[in-house]
């Protein structure tokens, strides 16, 4: 019990931390610890309630490799949408909003001049 | 590790043999069952794990298309009842692990009592959560086209709605159905079916409450936080 109530405080603090940091306003960092420090309570949460740590391995790789499969699935999700040039993928997509409607027309990143004026989406032409 | 750390995966062959009764007829012994019941246990929350996955694939996308819209629109969820949510849920995860504790050595009543006070734990997690609601009803700040909440204007504010309201349902969802298994380990725990080293259905009713735990240690910060 007293390791339950150690492990408890320490995700109480935890806690506290997370919204610490979250008021320093750390811009494109903060994301980053906020995600850390959650992870840091999982981790414990894992380990000590589920007991994790002392029972058999095979439990333990059914739990990481899922978490694994999320993993991959986010990292190349994000570096897809991340590396799409803006005319394929139009603000409407999302919004609903015709991309008329937007005061100034997104910056077009390795789309060559002239194509920006196109408010569908092109296939660029080759 | 200290002996009174919870439930092992050693059992004793007496106790295997005293429980011979409750071992199904395809398993050799008691410890093979309780590996498979686990096992077992563990591969659906690595699937509870996938099916939020899923959820939090559509944050990120949004997010980076969003980026500043979801800022703000972070910043007028109540930060308060946000992070006494997730005071609530840690305590309550602490609590059903006492439960799990007690009924592995075999005392009735700390069980009783430990899981009692994680329903209540919970239903006030729901609680705190249906007032969010109601306060995000009144104010507009609804899913896709019902969006109509006048502080954040700007686009893809409501799709940071849409994924709060997904990603905090689906885990209400899963709040709802551990309350569900909480109550029904409580009402047997009460008619003293966990004694003499047959307490599995509470350390598996209580990883399902962890992982509820778990999902919403990673909702706070993302939606709350951002």
């Known amino acids: 019990m007293k390791r339950y109530v150690f492990i408890w405080l320490a995700l ?13 306003n750390l811009g494109d960092w903060a994301l980053a610890a906020a995600l850390i420090i959650a992870a840091i309570k999982a981790t ?23 978490l694994l499969f999320v993993a991959v699935l986010v990292t190349f999700t994000v570096l897809d949408v991340r590396t799409r040039f803006v005319p394929v993928m139009p603000q409407e997509a999302y919004t ?30 080759r | 590790m200290s002996a009174e750390g919870g439930p092992r995966v050693g059992v004793g062959v007496a106790e ?10 395809h398993f050799q012994d008691f410890e093979q069952q309780r590996h498979a019941a686990r096992f077992g246990m563990w591969l659906f929350l690595g699937t509870e794990v996938l099916l939020f ?25 109540d930060l308060k009842l946000g992070t006494t949510n ?33 329903i209540g734990m919970g239903l006030a997690f729901l609680g705190i959560k249906s007032v969010e609601y109601a306060h995000k009803f009144q104010e507009g700040a609804l899913p896709g086209k019902y969006y109509h909440f006048e502080k954040v204007q700007e686009p893809g504010a409501s799709m940071f709605f849409t994924v709060y309201f ?30 003499g080293g047959y ?18 240690i990673f909702l706070f910060p993302l939606l709350y936080l951002a």
């Open chain 1, 44 to 66: 414990l949460v894992a380990l000590f309630f589920m007991h994790l740590l002392e029972q058999r391995a095979s439990y333990r790789v059914a739990l990481v490799v899922s």
């Open chain 2, 16 to 25: 295997a043999g005293a429980h011979a009764s409750r071992v199904a007829h």
């Open chain 1, 12 to 24: 109480l603090t935890l806690t506290g931390a997370t919204v610490g940091v979250a008021s320093l």
């Open chain 2, 166 to 195: 997904f990603l905090t349902g689906l885990h209400a969802i899963h709040v709802i159905i551990g309350l569900s298994v909480l109550s029904w380990l409580a009402w047997r725990a009460i008619r003293g079916d966990f004694k």
């Open chain 1, 96 to 125: 609903g909003v015709p991309e008329e409607a937007f005061p100034e027309a997104p910056p077009v990143r390795s789309a060559p001049a002239g194509q920006q004026t196109g408010a569908k989406a092109e296939p660029e032409a």
């Open chain 2, 53 to 77: 996955g899923g959820l939090f694939v559509a944050y990120a996308i949004y997010r980076v298309a969003y980026g500043d819209a979801f800022h703000e629109a972070s910043c007028l969820l």
């Open chain 2, 199 to 216: 307490d599995l259905p509470v350390e598996l009713g209580g990883l399902y409450w962890h992982l509820v735990d778990i999902v919403w």
């Open chain 2, 86 to 118: 997730t005071v609530v849920l840690i305590t309550s995860s602490f609590a059903v692990a006492a439960a799990v504790h007690y009924a592995h050595h075999d005392q009735k009543w700390p069980t009783v009592v430990s899981l009692l006070l994680t």
